[in-house]
């Protein structure tokens, strides 16, 4: 079946037309195009199994990131829309602070894991709208394994995280003369990005369970509460006390303050660490409960 060129070609064009991320690429970037050859068949004859794993996972990750940062108008609204928002909550009086920290880097820390958050919470839609092509079906006839795709799909998320995460760091010093040394903004972002994790696997759950018809829906109000819940839009301090230590037990809390205790000269300690491990965990065999009977319903 795959080495049909009428079933790879009709397959591809569905996908680009079924896929919002990729309907701005070019022919070259389309699934069935980058694919050919590489993911297509098993083990070679006499090849190392493992190193064929490796170069597949690696040729996959390559043409979804290929194919997702062709696709500017996802790539303007992943960096603009965090640098405008950053440009109206920072504003304030040089005497202002908001915890530890004051109110410009604390907000230019918000709105970085705001966009990085939108950014790794995107694979979400991704998988729902290959699943609802049969894009997902047709990979698992090449030697790309399920947990591989997987994988690969977070992956991608993380690698355009890192985009409004810098955008932002630039605009805090463009806009409101935040400056740090590279030490702190590279501890800041990989600290951000470390505590998406547990929502990365949540993004996957989200993409094996809903429909892409609703996921437009469904994923505008999931990314209001979470940003809510990590002090991205009012800040966590000036919650009351029962709201505050609620919030502190989920993971998006945790993802943002751990960029700003890497600003304050500390980290977010064993609590938030366990929090983020155990959400981790738990999000993630949710996902591999889902990509299972999803396996069995296809």
């Known amino acids: 079946m795959t080495g049909n060129p009428t079933i790879a070609s009709t397959t591809a064009g569905s996908s680009m037309a079924a896929d919002p991320t990729a309907a701005s ?26 190193a064929d794993a490796v170069l597949t996972y690696v040729r996959y990750v390559r043409s ?27 504003a304030g009086s040089e005497g202002d602070r908001l915890g530890d920290l004051a109110v410009a880097p604390y907000i230019m820390i918000s709105m970085a894991s705001f966009g990085a958050m939108n950014a790794v919470l995107g694979s979400a839609g991704r998988i729902a709208t290959e699943r609802s092509i049969g894009w997902n079906r047709q990979l698992r006839l090449t030697a790309l394994t399920g947990p591989q795709y997987v994988l690969a799909k977070a992956t991608t998320g993380f690698t355009l995280a890192v985009l409004p995460i810098v955008a932002v760091f630039v605009a805090g010093d463009a806009m409101r003369g935040v400056r740090l040394s590279a030490g702190t903004y590279l501890g800041a972002g990989a600290s951000i990005l470390l505590g998406l994790v547990p929502l990365a696997a949540f993004a996957i759950w989200l993409g094996y369970l809903v429909r892409p018809e609703n996921m437009q829906a469904i994923t505008g109000g999931v990314f209001s509460l979470l940003a809510l819940a990590g002090g991205i839009w009012v800040p966590v301090e000036n919650f009351p006390g029962w709201l505050a230590d609620v919030v502190k037990l989920l993971p998006m809390y945790w993802s943002a303050q751990a960029g700003r205790a890497v600003l304050a000269g500390g980290w977010i300690g064993g609590r938030g660490l366990v929090t983020l491990a155990v959400w ?9 409960r889902a990509y299972l009977r999803d396996q069995l319903r296809t």
């Not at 960096?79 to 950053?86: E, Q, S």
């Not at 981790?280 to 591999?288: D, E, I, N």
């Open 280 to 288: 981790t965990v738990v999000l993630g065999a949710a996902a591999g």
């Open 64 to 90: 979804e990131i290929t194919r997702v940062w062709r696709n500017t108008r996802l790539l303007i609204f992943t960096l603009l829309l965090p640098i405008i928002l950053f440009g109206a909550f920072s």
């Open 25 to 50: 690429a070019t022919a070259a970037s389309t699934p069935a195009a980058t694919f050919a050859g590489p993911l297509t068949g098993g083990t070679r004859a006499g090849g190392n199994g493992t």
